[in-house]
DNA sequence: ATGAAAATGAAAGTTAATATCATTTAAGGA
DNA sequence: TCCTTAAATGATATTAACTTTCATTTTCAT
């Protein structure tokens, strides 16, 4: 989905909740549908800052929190303590693998593992909602 | 692993690294040890103040931490803010899919999973070290 | 234009993890 | 057994990321 499409999701989802647009809402918003990585609330503060200074971190987090209500966002935890945010992806849901010396990430699908996953929970009698599936190891220049 | 083992390999662990035994840290250990559920350190605090009420909450932490460093305990993250520990399993390594009704927790193993995930590691470049594997779903009781 | 409701940004509160520090304790050697 | 010294303890303080609060500003339907 192009960032202008994902505006306009965005615009609908705020119209049908009965919120208000504001300028600082959209060029967050704006700023995070062009970014292609996981990024902190910290790096995307920064990021927004550089345009419009006077942008709180509150504003930036609450505007993720709901971006990622209305699936325009993926939260991510990698284990370093920070939640990441990621663009809905193009081409569906995909899993990392993250390189333990130097923090690189790499993005996967793997259909035989899904299945696999939902049937090993369906032996135990669980149905899959969601999972979390990462791998940390080298990439090749760390290896 | 039976507990009075586990025992002996931290009795060693300790002696290596020229640390002192002391009837907090013994004490701790063996009431993990006996436990078989994944455990966060409140909850194993208070197990343990049953017996010895002025333990304190930094001594189970730092008590976990060697038990995580020398291999008897694994820390987890079920995504609910805490960290759990459970004891190292006697059949290898396992995955794990949780409730997201009542929070119960199921265990399984599967080798195909984890060799497809070496695979797919590998077509990146990367060499897997460990990986985290959670499903996330309804439990049968609560499906 | 007006007024109700939502949004903002600064600041405060929360929570789990981690560090600090005065005091106690373990353990090897005199 | 008595010292000595380094480690361990437990209370308390600090940290870091997140989340909430609140006074003020802004949006938007009327
Ligand atoms: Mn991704
Ligand atoms: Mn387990
Ligand atoms: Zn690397
Ligand atoms: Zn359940």
Redesign the interface.
């Not at 503060?45 to 971190?57: A, E």
């Not at 920070?82 to 390189?99: K, S």
């Given at each position: 989905m192009q960032p202008a499409n994902k505006m306009a999701v965005l615009k609908s989802f705020i119209d049908a909740k009965g919120l208000k647009s504001t300028s600082q809402r959209d060029f967050i918003a704006e700023t995070f549908f062009k970014t292609n990585t996981h990024i902190s609330l910290d790096e995307l503060l920064s990021k927004v800052r550089k345009k419009t200074p006077n942008i709180g971190y509150a504003t930036v987090y609450r505007t993720m929190k709901l971006l990622s209500e209305c699936g325009l966002a993926i939260a991510r935890?990698f284990?370093d303590g920070q939640t990441r945010y990621e663009n809905l992806p193009e081409d569906g849901h995909h899993d990392h693998?993250i390189?333990?010396k130097c923090a690189k990430i790499?993005e996967?699908q793997?259909p035989?593992?899904e299945q696999?996953?939902i049937e090993?929970?369906k032996?135990?009698?669980?149905?899959?909602?969601?999972?979390?599936?990462?791998?940390?190891?080298?990439?090749?220049d760390c290896?």
């Amino acid at each position: 989905m192009q960032p202008a499409n994902k505006m306009a999701v965005l615009k609908s989802f705020i119209d049908a909740k009965g919120l208000k647009s504001t300028s600082q809402r959209d060029f967050i918003a704006e700023t995070f549908f062009k970014t292609n990585t996981h990024i902190s609330l910290d790096e995307l503060l920064s990021k927004v800052r550089k345009k419009t200074p006077n942008i709180g971190y509150a504003t930036v987090y609450r505007t993720m929190k709901l971006l990622s209500e209305c699936g325009l966002a993926i939260a991510r935890q990698f284990g370093d303590g920070q939640t990441r945010y990621e663009n809905l992806p193009e081409d569906g849901h995909h899993d990392h693998i993250i390189c333990i010396k130097c923090a690189k990430i790499a993005e996967f699908q793997n259909p035989k593992i899904e299945q696999l996953q939902i049937e090993a929970a369906k032996k135990l009698g669980f149905t899959v909602v969601n999972h979390k599936l990462e791998l940390y190891g080298y990439c090749p220049d760390c290896a």
